[in-house]
């Protein structure tokens, strides 16, 4: 079993529907949950982190995190064409001592149909 | 915002050569750099972390001695493909941590890729 899944998609939507986007993962040691953008041929771009459960919203995005379930989830609201591209959870075990590393989902492919 | 830069951002090579690809925090100071290989439809699979003046600590299965890393600066790490064969072609993408700058210690800053072909 992989430490985090993601459906890889593609996920198709009209411009200005609401997008979900979802993982889950198995290691309850995770405690940084993060969402990177990545267009085509280009690298990550961190859009949004939280630590430990909760939601977190930043204009149209917002990341929710469910510990319990170890379930994370970020929406789209408004979706634009240009929101299209591949979007990546990604996790870490955070805590003091150095660097924790980062687990990345598969990635989901999203495009906004204008 | 912390910018990574890599280059080339693509290359073809010939079965035997070797390839260098150089990676630079342009506007901060890295003492952590990561290099991550990226296949179609697949995650990013880290394959060593590199510290400034120090050995990379490579992942699982990484050949050391083909994947040659050197992080000579706190604003530059390159990774050398040593004897490059086609299956060595993929997406070789760096990262980058900004400890001072960064809002969130995990905050690593990618940089746009390179594109290797081994023909």
């Known amino acids: 079993q992989k430490e985090v899944e993601q459906d890889p998609g593609p996920l198709s939507v009209p411009e200005g529907a609401i997008v979900s986007l979802n993982c889950t993962y198995s290691n309850s040691a995770f405690q940084y949950f993060m969402w990177y953008r990545q267009y085509s041929r280009k690298g990550p771009e961190l859009l949004m982190y939280?630590?430990?459960?909760g939601n977190k919203e930043d204009g149209r995005f917002t990341a929710q995190v469910d510990k319990s379930s170890k379930y994370i989830s970020l929406f789209i609201r408004d979706s634009q064409p240009s929101d299209s591209a591949t979007y990546l959870c990604a996790m870490s075990g955070g805590g003091s001592g150095g660097y924790q590393k980062v687990t990345f989902g598969t990635g989901t492919k999203l495009q906004v149909i204008p | 915002g912390a910018v990574v830069s890599q280059h080339p951002s693509w290359v073809i090579c010939k079965s035997g050569t070797s390839v260098k690809i150089e990676c630079r925090s342009l506007d901060f100071q890295a003492t952590t750099m990561f290099w991550y290989r990226q296949f179609p439809k697949q995650s990013l699979m880290l394959m060593a972390t590199s510290n400034e003046g120090s050995k990379a600590t490579y992942e699982q299965g990484v050949e050391k001695d083909k994947f040659l890393i050197n992080h000579a600066s706190l604003t530059l790490s390159t990774l050398t493909v040593t004897s490059a064969h086609p299956e060595d072609s993929s997406f070789y993408i760096c990262?980058?941590?900004?400890?001072?700058?960064?809002?969130?210690?995990?905050?690593?800053?990618f940089g746009p890729g390179t594109r290797l072909l081994v023909l």
């Open positions: 939280t630590y430990s459960s």
């Open positions: 990262s980058a941590r900004d400890l001072i700058g960064a809002l969130f210690q995990e905050t690593q800053y």
